[in-house]
């Protein structure tokens, strides 16, 4: 069974910095492209960075520039690392694979974004 745990998440000022990690066990992780999703409230969930087994990179250009993904094969983990960042920002953030069929998803992690 796919278990998906999404950690960093925090109370962060404008312009500040974040680092979510994502633990999968239990899964085929490094032959899946992962990503990164987020849902503010009242939202739908969003695709927000994918990268794939190879380590080539595709982000929404509401987070390019600001926004790194990275991954570590050997560790099964996916990384996050946010700068830059804005109140527009806060939601819920979310990995999964990028494509269906997806892993049952995780709790997620807040970030939000505010002074």
């Known amino acids: 069974q796919v278990q998906l745990v999404e950690s960093g998440g925090d109370l962060v000022q404008p312009g500040g910095s974040l680092r979510l990690s994502c633990a999968a066990s239990?899964?085929?992780?490094?032959?899946?492209?992962m990503a990164w999703y987020r849902q503010a409230p009242g939202n739908e969930r969003e695709w927000v960075a994918t990268?794939?087994?190879?380590?080539?990179?595709n982000y929404a250009d509401s987070v390019k520039g600001r926004f790194t993904i990275s991954r570590d094969n050997a560790k099964d983990m996916v990384y996050l690392q946010m700068n830059s960042l804005k109140p527009e920002d806060t939601a819920v953030y979310y990995c999964?694979?990028?494509?269906?069929?997806?892993?049952?998803w995780g709790q997620g992690t807040q970030v939000t974004v505010s002074s």
């Open positions: 239990g899964s085929i992780f490094s032959r899946k492209a």
């Open positions: 990268i794939s087994t190879g380590g080539i990179t």
């Open positions: 999964n694979y990028r494509f269906s069929p997806f892993a049952p």
